[in-house]
């Protein structure tokens, strides 16, 4: 074997390794949870209002209101408004700027989520707040119903089912029919 | 043989590993691909507090995605636009086709429940709503209200929060605690 020989035989690259690194980061960072877990609130249609032929009997519920203090106003940042994102083929997305609701639980005009979240906790504890279980007889907390006025947000509605779970009502239930409101 | 012709032989590559890997990879694509994620419109929803994560989501949940102007989108196809279509009646439509077609396929179920002293089928399976944090309460509130009509009978519904408010970058408490 000549000299010549050698020296090509050393030049051969060896693929397989630089496969394998590229295969195992290829699954890396697949498997990799990149998205944000998601989480859920259930929601319990109100069964006494809705279009079912049955008559139910009310039941003692609390009250939430959400009124709109300030509409806000939406902000597309560099985007012309109402423009569609070419990639996607939908509505660019706005943020809203501004947006302030007061709630009323009972008579009681609340304008923070925090001071929402203490009063809910306040009514919660109370004892005036039980009521009969029509099924088993026993005693438990009333439900609440939140009545969403025009104007309002998902957000909103959210975050009011949130502060709800948060001071221990566990059957939450929406008021509709208030509709979109005046634009 | 002389030294031009034998480095010619050397210079030809074995495609052959490559090939290989290819087709692993398109293979491992194929299976790990979620399919699920199609259901999902790139929205921002609002932040939960105090809600735990959702590890183990049903899966057979139908899921309704709603735009900020109120547009419905399911399984990447817009099913309503408030700007087009008049009335509700295209979401009741939705609403009947998903529950036809899951107890048609047996993905949903049905359910006995007392309702007013009456028994009534409901679905078993609850649907998830995915609005955007800055979509106006009323759109969604239709969809919960298409719900509960008899034919439909979803009553259980779902509505999505997310652990971190992509907007503001503000995090679920859940996620903070101990930092």
Redesign the interface.
């Known amino acids: 074997m000549s000299a010549?020989?050698d020296a090509?035989e050393e030049a051969?690259a060896d693929?397989?390794p630089m496969?394998d690194v590229v295969?195992l980061m290829?699954?890396f960072f697949?498997c990799i949870e990149f998205k944000?877990?998601?989480?859920?609130?259930?929601?319990?249609?109100?069964?006494d209002k809705?279009?079912?032929?049955?008559?139910?009997?009310p039941e003692e519920q609390l009250s939430i209101k959400i009124h709109v203090e300030s509409k806000g106003t939406?902000d597309f940042g560099k985007k012309a408004p109402?423009s569609v994102n070419p990639g996607?083929g939908?509505?660019n997305?706005?943020?809203?700027r501004g947006h302030k609701v007061r709630w009323e639980v009972g008579p009681t005009p609340i304008y923070t989520l925090e001071a929402l979240r203490e009063e809910l906790g306040r009514i919660a504890n109370a004892d005036a707040s039980q009521i009969p279980d029509k099924k088993t007889g026993k005693m438990k907390l009333m439900g609440c119903v939140i009545e969403?006025y025009?104007?309002?947000?998902?957000?909103?509605?959210?975050?009011t089912?949130?502060?709800a779970?948060?001071a221990g009502f566990e059957e939450v239930n929406?008021g509709?029919?208030?509709?979109?409101?005046k634009k | 043989m002389n030294i031009e012709k034998m480095v010619k032989e050397e210079l030809e590559m074995d495609m052959t590993p490559m090939i290989d890997c290819v087709f692993l990879l398109m293979i491992f694509f194929v299976l790990v691909i979620d399919l699920s994620q199609k259901n999902l419109e790139d929205l921002i929803l609002p932040r939960a507090e105090f809600q735990e994560p959702d590890d183990e989501p049903p899966e057979n949940r139908p899921i309704l995605n709603v735009l900020q102007n109120g547009t419905v989108v399911y399984q990447s196809v817009v099913k309503y636009d408030p700007l087009v279509d008049q009335g509700y009646g295209k979401i009741r439509q939705l609403l009947m086709d998903i529950r036809e077609v899951g107890l048609a396929n047996g993905t949903l179920e049905l359910m006995d429940k007392d309702i007013g002293g009456k028994m009534t089928q409901v679905m078993k399976d609850p649907i998830l709503i995915r609005a955007d944090k800055w979509t106006e309460w009323h759109y969604v509130g239709e969809i919960m209200k298409q719900c509960s009509q008899p034919q439909i009978a979803f009553w259980k519904v779902q509505l999505a929060l997310s652990e971190e408010d992509k907007e503001t970058g503000i995090k679920n408490a859940s996620l903070t605690r101990g930092q």
């Open positions: 010549i020989d090509q051969k693929m397989t496969i295969f290829i699954i697949i944000v877990l998601e989480s859920k609130l259930n929601a319990f249609l109100p069964t809705g279009s079912q032929s049955t008559v139910v009997e939406p109402n996607t939908r509505p997305r706005f943020r809203l969403a025009p104007g309002t947000y998902y957000e909103d509605v959210a975050k089912n949130d502060a779970n948060d929406f509709g029919g208030l509709g979109p409101g």
